[in-house]
């Protein structure tokens, strides 16, 4: 399709969504406008956009699809200017926010002047910020959740998808109150546990300097998130205040009941409640993206000694296969160490497998 898009915030979601947006329909025309000249420049020059405008204003008067990525009290700023601003009849605004109640209720007075705004929010996303971390494929699989109200046509909400279409991701239709809910569940309160514990380590480690020296895979793994920009998941927080307080509460009775089990050594409780957890985890389901991430991951058992990794990343290099991510586990002295490779898709990880052995004795495994 043809059509000028507009993107205000162009970090890693809003440059996703343009990329995604511009791999499907090649022929529109991606403008960007960000408070950051240095995102500006950027996104430009990484070719994320065809244009950069200096004036938010300038650029809405002028765009088919206005697509808000900024941290959500930013977007609802944005939203009241907009209200304000003479735009083009059949112009479609959204936004990418992790919060959708607070947007949706500030883009009422824009749905009254009969303009088109449906929230929206792809939920899949990184610890990483800025444009430079943006990418095309970043909502492959993934959710993306569309909160049109009643005031809005179906066949806009079929505009926008077409739009969209690039990202890959499954549409999926709720309420802003039961979007709030589940992401208030399942992405929110998990931040604020992933925060905290990092807290809790700092605070050891004033006692103890071991602690982060010490500090392994299981706590990496869990605190990941805790690298993500603070500046989005504060307005995340204040937006999605009162379901974030049901489940504090909630989560001080949880504590409270494993303490219980913990404190009375109440082995049977205990084992059931890890169990429980287990099942529940390994049931979820592993080849979509959602809120939690899945990896193409292939284990690669390899001896300990310098060079070993570049070894192998030299060969996926040559058969040019991307690595998204690479660690190494459980490494001691003396014994085989593992190292775990991630993919973006099932072919790249079988490809590297064939790789692997072609090349090395390595052992290799997908869990
Ligand atoms: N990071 C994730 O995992 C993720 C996933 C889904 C949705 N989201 C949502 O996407 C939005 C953007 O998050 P991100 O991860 O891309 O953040 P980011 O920090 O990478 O990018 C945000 C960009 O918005 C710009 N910005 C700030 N205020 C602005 C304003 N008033 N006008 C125009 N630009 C402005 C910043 O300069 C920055 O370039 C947030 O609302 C967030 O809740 C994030
Ligand atoms: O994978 C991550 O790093 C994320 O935090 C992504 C994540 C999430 O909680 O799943 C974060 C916020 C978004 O609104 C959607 C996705």
Same mark, same amino acid.
């Given at each position: ?82 209200? /304000? @601003? ?5 112009? !479609?605004? #959204?936004?990418?926010?992790?919060? +959708? *109640?607070?947007? %949706? ?31 095309? /494929? @970043? ?5 993306? !959740?569309? #909160?049109?109200?009643?005031?809005? +046509? *179906?066949?806009? %909400? ?48 004033? *006692? ?160």
């Amino acid at each position: 399709m043809r059509g000028n898009i507009l993107i205000a915030g162009l970090g890693l979601i809003g440059g996703s969504i343009a990329l995604a947006i511009k791999r499907a329909h090649p022929n529109a025309t991606m403008i960007g406008y960000d408070v950051s000249d240095e995102s500006l420049r950027l996104a430009r020059s990484l070719g994320v956009i065809d244009e950069a405008v200096s004036s938010f204003a300038h650029g809405a008067c002028e765009a088919d699809v206005i697509v808000l990525a900024a941290p959500v009290v930013q977007t609802e700023q944005l939203l009241r200017d907009l209200v /304000h @601003l003479s735009l083009r009849p059949n112009v !479609i605004v #959204t936004d990418v926010g992790s919060t +959708k *109640e607070r947007i %949706v209720k500030q883009a009422l007075p824009l749905l009254e002047k009969g303009a088109t705004f449906i929230g929206g929010h792809p939920m899949a996303g990184s610890h990483k910020s800025g444009v430079a971390a943006a990418r095309a /494929h @970043l909502f492959e699989n993934a959710f993306y !959740i569309l #909160t049109p109200t009643e005031h809005v +046509k *179906e066949e806009d %909400v079929i505009r926008l998808k077409h739009w969209l279409e690039g990202t890959k991701a499954h549409f999926v239709t709720l309420t802003p109150k039961e979007h709030d809910r589940i992401a208030g569940v399942i992405s929110h309160f998990p931040h604020i546990i992933a925060a905290s514990l990092v807290h809790q380590a700092q605070q050891y480690e004033r *006692e103890d300097e071991l602690v982060s020296r010490l500090a392994a895979g299981g706590f990496r793994d869990i605190t990941r998130i805790a690298s993500s920009n603070p500046e989005m998941w504060r307005d995340i927080f204040i937006h999605n205040k009162e379901e974030l307080l049901q489940l504090f509460d909630r989560w001080i009775e949880e504590m409270k009941k494993i303490r219980t089990y913990v404190a009375d050594g109440d082995s049977e409780r205990i084992y059931q409640y890890f169990h429980e957890a287990k099942q529940f985890r390994d049931g979820l389901p592993v080849r979509t993206k959602g809120a939690i991430p899945s990896f193409y991951d292939l284990y690669v058992d390899v001896p300990d000694y310098p060079g070993v990794i570049s070894e192998i990343t030299g060969y996926l290099a040559k058969a040019r296969i991307s690595i998204t991510n690479i660690r190494i586990i459980e490494t001691r002295e003396d014994i085989y160490g593992v190292l775990r490779l991630s993919f973006q898709t099932e072919d790249d990880r079988q490809r590297a497998k064939h790789c692997i052995e072609a090349n090395t004795n390595y052992e290799t495994h997908v869990v």
